[in-house]
């Protein structure tokens, strides 16, 4: 048959891009149309996601992908997790929130004042993260104001569409899902004073949310629109034991489940059980990622007043001998913007780098991600009853060669990386399913054998 195309927008932490996803008969295929820089903006009260750039380079992208390619039969939108914005009737109330702004530790406070931890994991399975929606809505004032609240895709699908919906996995992050149901948990919104009017109906991956009136009134089509569950649909899984780390700024480490586990054990490792697309459950944590080498990179080129090339620092890196001391991604003094340079050393109690001494830095922190990708592997399969025996690694993070066989050694496990891609691949695959490229009832494991035979994995195997 013909090969058909959809656009995908794929909006990360630290950049975003359109994309044009073609599919057909032993075709599955991207093609970058825009690629634009993201990341914390500073205002006045703290810090914030610049909306309005965003949307600006969405509406461009979109249109240039039409030029390019007029036959594009819908749209589909993912992001980043958690953050939100306040709608009136006028639109948007407040420019949106960055979740590394540090007002949400008001709300967690809040929150556990009147719903304890135990119980909110119970209900709504996830991770303790500080900056989870529920926690946001805990310290913003505006929530009382407001008609409603959309996640950041679901904010730009309502520009295009005008419609006010919330898709499900994505929602699955707010802390307000029940993990069971899959519903809106309204009691537990109601316990913590959070008007249920906020909350929009619900759709699932797949479902037409609207047309785009400014697109020549093309379908949005909901996918993953949580940027790690679309990546997870494009994890070429060959098995249950297989893992996945989809690794950007974060790296999410975990596995595909069929039930959340909510057990305290999966609690105290503090385990999250997100809604996968299908109904699955994301069974993961969040490890610190490539975060850690942007944001230091970042000080590095800003105390030179000149960029420091990240390609470069890698491969000198490499070139260093492995280190003897690491110290622990997951640090909480990791978590906010600033001078990450500064708080490594602290953490592992020595001086700042000279400039010569940078490759060995970053050597430093390549493997203290990985090192922590390794732990999370272990806890993932003791928690989940499984013996893994596979790492898939997706997202940017497989670019890195370094990052890919220090997960394989200090996990004594072979690491597939890619496709790098995963994330927009998902949002893409999703879409077409849904435009019936793949037939009536196409699994994820069919989208997934697409994958694999079209984007071959590269193999890093452990050395003892
Ligand atoms: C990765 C991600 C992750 C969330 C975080 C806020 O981009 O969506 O899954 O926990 O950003």
């Known amino acids: 048959g013909a090969v058909r195309a959809v656009a995908a927008v794929d909006l990360g932490a630290t950049s975003g891009r359109v994309m044009i996803g073609r599919v057909g008969q032993g075709v599955l295929e991207l093609e970058q149309v825009a690629r634009f820089p993201n990341g914390p903006v500073e205002r006045e009260d703290g810090w914030h996601w610049d909306l309005e750039a965003l949307w600006g380079h969405v509406q461009a992208g979109l249109a240039e992908a039409l030029r390019r390619e007029p036959n594009i039969e819908s749209v589909g939108i993912d992001s980043w997790a958690v953050d939100y914005g306040l709608l009136g009737a006028d639109g948007l109330l407040a420019e949106p929130f960055h979740y590394r702004d540090d007002r949400t530790a008001r709300g967690v406070d809040a929150v556990?004042?009147?719903?304890?931890?135990e119980e909110l994991y119970r209900r709504n399975g996830l991770q303790f993260l500080s900056f989870n929606t529920v926690y946001q809505y805990a310290a913003d004032a505006l929530v009382a104001e407001a008609e409603t609240s959309l996640l950041i895709p679901d904010l730009l699908a309502e520009r295009l569409t005008g419609r006010r919906v919330a898709e499900r996995t994505n929602a699955s992050t707010t802390g307000l899902l029940d993990a069971?149901?899959?519903?809106?948990?309204?009691?537990?919104a109601e316990a913590l004073g959070i008007p249920s009017r906020v909350l929009p109906p619900l759709v699932d991956p797949g479902e037409t949310v609207g047309l785009a009136r400014g697109l020549g009134d093309i379908p949005v089509i909901a996918v993953g629109s949580h940027d790690t569950a679309s990546a997870i649909v494009a994890v070429p899984l060959s098995s249950s034991n297989a893992a996945y780390i989809s690794c950007g700024t974060w790296g999410l480490v975990g596995l595909e489940v069929a039930e959340p586990i909510v057990t305290d054990a999966a609690r105290a490792a503090n385990f999250t059980n997100e809604g996968g697309v299908d109904g699955r459950v994301r069974f993961l944590h969040n490890v610190t990622g490539l975060w850690l080498l942007?944001?230091?990179?970042?000080?590095w080129s800003e105390r030179d007043g000149a960029p420091v090339d990240l390609p470069a620092l890698l491969a000198a890196a490499a070139a260093q001998s492995a280190p003897a001391r690491l110290f622990d991604a997951d640090d909480a003094s990791l978590a906010a913007p600033?001078?990450?340079?500064?708080?490594?050393?602290?953490?592992?109690?020595?001086?700042?780098?000279?400039v010569e001494d940078r490759a060995a830095f970053a050597r430093v922190i390549v493997e203290s991600i990985a090192d922590a990708f390794a732990r999370t592997l272990r806890t993932a399969g003791e928690l989940a009853g499984r013996e893994i025996d596979t790492v898939h690694l997706v997202g940017g993070g497989a670019l890195n060669a370094l990052l890919c066989q220090a997960t394989a050694d200090r996990s004594g496990l072979p690491v597939l990386a890619g496709p790098v891609e995963a994330t927009a691949l998902g949002n893409v695959l999703v879409q077409t399913r849904a435009l019936g490229c793949f037939g009536a009832d196409a699994s994820l494991e069919d989208l997934r054998a697409r994958v694999a035979s079209v984007f071959p994995a590269v193999r890093f195997d452990p050395r003892s």
């Open 294 to 299: 942007s944001e230091t990179v970042r000080a």
């Open 180 to 188: 069971h149901t899959g519903e809106w948990d309204l009691a537990l």
């Open 112 to 117: 556990h004042g009147l719903v304890p931890f």
């Open 338 to 354: 600033g001078d990450m340079p500064a708080r490594i050393a602290a953490l592992l109690g020595m001086p700042e780098p000279d």
